[in-house]
């Protein structure tokens, strides 16, 4: 149970494939299918692509990279994946130095020429400020008036959907994990993720890991509340 605390060294992310482990406790969501209708769209077409996944901190960016790379390594290997913008390569230069040198062949004097395929995930906290930056007003304007088209930044509403030959956007934020029902709030991913946990399974490691300590352990307070 202790590769669920948020303290485990399971809970940080990179983006090159999924444990076993991580790949049976993945339970799909809607903004999955919505990532990879763009990436699959995008190796369709020699226009240089840049795919935003914007969200919060911890809201599963990185899983979600890490879990298309295990299943459509093909599709994947064709991207640059820039991943948690708030890093820089060099310490004498602060990340939205880092973040214009990944988004040069996207600027408005490269754009047209360049066919590279990127993914960006980031913060939308680190994107505000690019978008406020020196280096947006020189030469990003474009890629500027696309993320004000879509609205991102507004918590009230649901980005918009704008057509673009070289920009998509998937923010985290436009999909929740709970429902509201007759009955009440309900949540088919929070469900799930207690299904993978508890479900009595020979696939399930926890189930197998609850039949082994039960043979050694009795009276425990962890296999007590498990059961």
């Known amino acids: ?25 993945h ?11 763009y990436l699959k769209a995008a190796v369709e077409t020699s226009e240089s692509t840049l795919i935003f996944l914007c969200g919060s901190v911890g809201d599963g960016k990185s899983h979600l990279l890490s879990y298309l790379s295990s299943v459509m390594p093909e ?6 994946i820039h991943n948690d913008a708030t890093e820089s390569f060099d310490p004498k230069r602060n990340s ?3 973040l214009a040198d990944v ?3 996207f600027s408005d004097s490269r754009i047209g020429q360049s066919n590279q395929k990127l993914i960006l995930a980031i913060n939308l906290g680190v994107l505000h400020n690019f978008l406020e930056s020196d280096y947006v007003l020189e030469d990003y304007q474009v890629l500027k008036e696309y993320i004000d088209k879509a609205n991102v ?3 009230d509403s649901i980005t918009k959907i704008v057509e673009h030959p070289h920009f998509r956007l998937v923010n985290f934020g436009d999909y929740n994990m709970f429902e509201l029902t007759e009955n009440g709030p309900v949540s088919a991913y929070m469900s799930k993720l207690f299904s993978k946990i ?3 399974t020979t696939e399930n490691p926890f189930y197998l ?3 082994r300590d039960k043979k050694i352990f009795e009276n425990n307070t962890l296999l007590l509340n498990y059961k």
């Not at 303290?7 to 940080?12: F, G, L, T």
């Not at 339970?27 to 209708?37: C, N």
């Open 1 to 25: 149970l202790s590769k669920l605390r948020e303290s485990s060294q399971d809970a940080v992310e990179g983006y090159t494939g999924l444990s076993d482990f991580k790949k049976y406790l």
């Open 27 to 37: 339970v799909t969501r809607p903004v999955e299918s919505v990532l990879e209708g």
């Open 75 to 80: 599709v994947l290997e064709k991207f640059d």
């Open 96 to 98: 939205l130095d880092t």
């Open 103 to 105: 988004l040069r062949p």
């Open 153 to 155: 930044f507004d918590s």
């Open 198 to 200: 508890t479900d009595s």
């Open 209 to 211: 890991a609850y039949q």
